[in-house]
């Protein structure tokens, strides 16, 4: 998987002067282009869109500099139908528009090239399951909240604790499917996964009963699911487990993600001795077999 990422990569910089076609990309890397969105966003810590246009950007800023061309024919090279369009994004990579940094020889952000690999650490194994699942139901109540990766998410920890108790109870005496209990549920992402970009936050369960007034629908289609186990602090133990499941599972198993709501199971730890932030979370992800 990593080699055929990194061949993807080389694919990006043959055509930085021209059209970066992602499915081309995901044809290379023998995969979809949901999961090399997903897996890039999580091995290089930004959206593949960012990386695509800091690399531009940098190749474009060295011929800036270099004075042997018009800023205009530079611009067209890139993609921009103006020197405007050119000048506001040169100015948001690198602080500095063209026509100065050629002026004044400033200095510029460089975007290094990626290459990816996997580095062998052994410390730890992962503990997973593979479940296939029939068609089901998450019931519940719904918000439109930022993505946060690192850190607390101010706008679900406000969202759920405004729902009033009484509604929580009722939900979680629908629970008649695993994952039991209460759920968090994460759907209609954003592809990009950029921070701070907006998703659909289901505080609910999932069940086969009908939906209490008030509450919101997400009918969820047979498939199959990769399910995660993990224990720790909260919420980095969370976040850490999402981030290894993309950097050290996805690279290492037959899998590759599909489009689908993510659900996040949470109770407190088991052992009560532990700090009462520490909790037992369980994440189930919408997986499928790579083709071969």
Same mark, same amino acid.
């Given at each position: ?12 910089? #043959? !055509? ?17 282009? =949901? #999961? ?31 004075? #042997? ?10 993609? =921009? ?12 990579? !690198? ?13 510029? *952000? ?11 650490? /052994?410390?730890?194994?992962?503990? =997973?399951? *593979? ?7 998450? *019931?519940? %109540? ?6 946060? !990766? %690192? ?49 659909? =936050?289901?505080? /609910? ?14 009918? %969820? ?5 990769? *399910? ?65």
């Amino acid at each position: 998987m990593l080699e055929r990422l990194n061949q993807s990569m080389e694919t990006i910089e #043959h !055509h930085l002067d021209g059209s970066v076609d992602v499915a081309e990309l995901a044809r290379v890397a023998a995969t979809s282009e =949901y #999961h090399l969105r997903r897996m890039f966003s999580a091995l290089a810590g930004m959206p593949l869109s960012e990386y695509v246009r800091r690399r531009r950007l940098t190749v474009a800023g060295a011929e800036v500099l270099a004075g #042997h061309e018009t800023l205009l024919v530079i611009a067209t090279r890139y993609g =921009y139908g103006s020197g405007e369009a050119f000048a506001r994004a040169f100015r948001a990579v !690198h602080d500095v528009g063209p026509g100065e940094a050629r002026r004044t020889g400033a200095a510029l *952000v460089s975007q290094p090239r990626l290459t990816f690999r996997l580095t062998i650490e /052994g410390s730890s194994s992962m503990r =997973y399951r *593979v479940a296939d699942r029939p068609a089901f139901t998450v *019931v519940g %109540v719904k918000a439109r909240v930022p993505l946060v !990766h %690192v850190g607390p998410n101010q706008a679900i920890v406000d969202f759920v604790r405004g729902i009033e108790p009484r509604i929580l109870e009722s939900l979680e005496k629908l629970s008649d499917q695993e994952p039991q209990g209460l759920v968090a549920v994460c759907d209609d992402l954003d592809p990009s996964r950029a921070e701070g970009t907006e998703l659909d =936050y289901y505080q /609910g369960v999932i069940t086969s009963e009908p939906a209490p007034e008030g509450t919101t629908v997400l009918p %969820v289609p047979a498939g199959t699911w990769a *399910v995660f186990s993990t224990s720790g602090p909260a919420p980095e133990a969370i976040q850490y487990l999402w981030r290894d499941v993309f950097t050290q599972w996805f690279p290492s198993n037959p899998y590759r993600s599909r489009p689908g709501p993510e659900i996040l199971r949470i109770r407190p730890a088991a052992d009560r001795n532990e700090p009462e932030a520490e909790v037992e979370a369980e994440l189930w992800l919408p997986v499928e077999r790579e083709r071969t």
